[in-house]
């Protein structure tokens, strides 16, 4: 297995493990930028996801919005925006917060819509006001869908990040980028190695979160991906 | 601005550029339908195995294409064999829990009349249960295709990325037409094929009168 033992004699290099290109910083950068772009697309999304979900309105809408920006291509949104406006972190940032809205807003959407009518009605019946019986109603039931959709786009989002790079940028899609250009195969496997590892560690969080999140009640049921 | 510019010829011509796309996204589409439908119908027949399956296809869907693409490199090449492999395994991802679904949805009283009616074994799965369990298993395929045919561009940091290499293009020569030309040209052929699985499915569901997404 030549690929791993170049790879492994890369990761264990001491030198890689040291400064602005190390890979601990490498390492943070990619989750700075996913998180970064996650909580900015929620920042739209989630809201969205909320009223349309709530009302019952714009699904359609909703809906398209998702099929169409599951057709953009993430690098080429990268490139058009650093040839266009310079390489710069919202070059990087806009097609990455982009890509995150579809999933958030289309499970908040789903979600919300499709808790079951006699929960609300009995919430409604209790006294609660419209936003109550959204926030310690719906949402509370409606939290395994939402969560899928932040984990898709939380994996949307790491994904890209190390997409990202192949315009001049940090994170750990950087060293597979670096490696291709100077033919350096250690290191563009060992680079895609973290990668994959910062993708599983994404899962874990979300595994974790879900735990912490849901209410008990709803814990045993699995819910379906979307 | 001229949306389809004149492409520099050493990247080839927008008729060969849309034949490797769609080769490479459809053919992994074709092979994980061929892989999914075994592996659904197993976790249908053995439910047990089911979540662990779940949890395997989110591990799968989950890793970067451009970390699989540099990883199979050194097996299989700088080739389209690279791009189709992961892209077949994501479209994995969509359509098992697709088909999972499509094949749990079938009504108990329908499947008792096609028993009744002497269907059984492979007959009665090609010929009840697949039709009925077509507009879940559409909608799996649907998302794989569009995907799929949107992620073959990051197949050009190895050199085959059809549209992609557009991209390639635009980053060295500055030149943000080319960008542009090969985002219209993916999202415009994923929009065509999409739309061309909905007629699809009308079609292999003439007992559908309504839409029902």
Request: aromatic share 8%; proline share 6%.
């Amino acid at each position: 297995m030549n690929v791993l033992s170049e790879a492994w004699g890369w990761l264990t290099t001491a030198a890689n493990w040291h400064g602005s290109d190390g890979i601990p910083t490498r390492f943070l950068e990619h989750f700075e930028y996913s998180i970064e772009a996650v909580l900015l697309g929620a920042l739209i999304a989630f809201p969205l996801g909320l009223l349309t979900g709530h009302t019952k309105r714009g699904g359609l809408v909703v809906t398209s919005l998702a099929n169409v920006a599951r057709a953009l291509p993430t690098l080429g949104l990268v490139v058009l925006l650093v040839v266009l406006i310079g390489v710069k972190f919202r070059a990087v940032m806009i097609p990455l917060v982009a890509l995150t809205i579809p999933p958030i807003l289309l499970n908040t959407y789903e979600g919300v819509r499709n808790v079951d009518p006699q929960l609300t009605d009995a919430a409604k019946g209790m006294g609660l006001r419209p936003w109550q019986v959204l926030w310690r109603a719906e949402v509370p039931a409606a939290a395994p869908l939402i969560l899928t959709g932040f984990q898709f786009a939380a994996v949307n989002a790491v994904a890209n990040t190390a997409i990202a790079a192949y315009s001049s940028f940090g994170g750990l899609g950087r060293f597979v980028i670096d490696g291709l250009a100077t033919t350096d195969y250690g290191e563009v496997a060992g680079g895609a190695i973290l990668i994959v590892i910062a993708a599983i560690l994404n899962l874990m969080f979300f595994a974790v979160l879900r735990r912490v999140l849901i209410s008990p009640g709803l814990q045993p049921r699995k819910q379906a991906t979307a | 601005m001229n949306l389809f510019p004149h492409i520099p010829s050493y990247l080839g011509t927008y008729g060969s550029l849309i034949q490797q796309q769609l080769t490479m996204a459809l053919l992994s589409v074709l092979f994980g339908l061929i892989a999914a439908v075994p592996l659904a119908l197993l976790c249908v027949r053995y439910p047990k195995i089911y979540p662990a399956m779940v949890a395997l296809l989110t591990v799968i869907y989950s890793l970067p294409s451009i970390a699989l693409f540099v990883l199979l490199v050194p097996s299989t090449g700088l080739t389209q064999t690279t791009v189709i492999i992961p892209l077949a395994f994501y479209s994995l991802a969509a359509l098992v829990p697709n088909i999972v679904d499509g094949v749990r949805g079938i009504p108990e009283d329908v499947r008792l009349a096609a028993v009744a009616m002497g269907y059984t074994g492979i007959r009665r799965l090609v010929a009840v249960d697949l039709p009925l369990a077509v507009p879940p298993i559409m909608a799996g395929l649907r998302v794989a295709t569009v995907g799929n045919i949107s992620m073959v561009s990051v197949g050009t940091v190895i050199g085959v990325g059809a549209f992609g290499a557009l991209f390639t293009a635009a980053a060295q020569l500055s030149r943000s037409d080319l960008a542009v030309t090969g985002i219209v040209c993916i999202v415009a052929l994923a929009l065509v094929c999409d739309l061309l699985l909905v007629i699809t499915q009308r079609l292999l569901t003439p007992w559908n009168k309504r839409r029902s997404r």
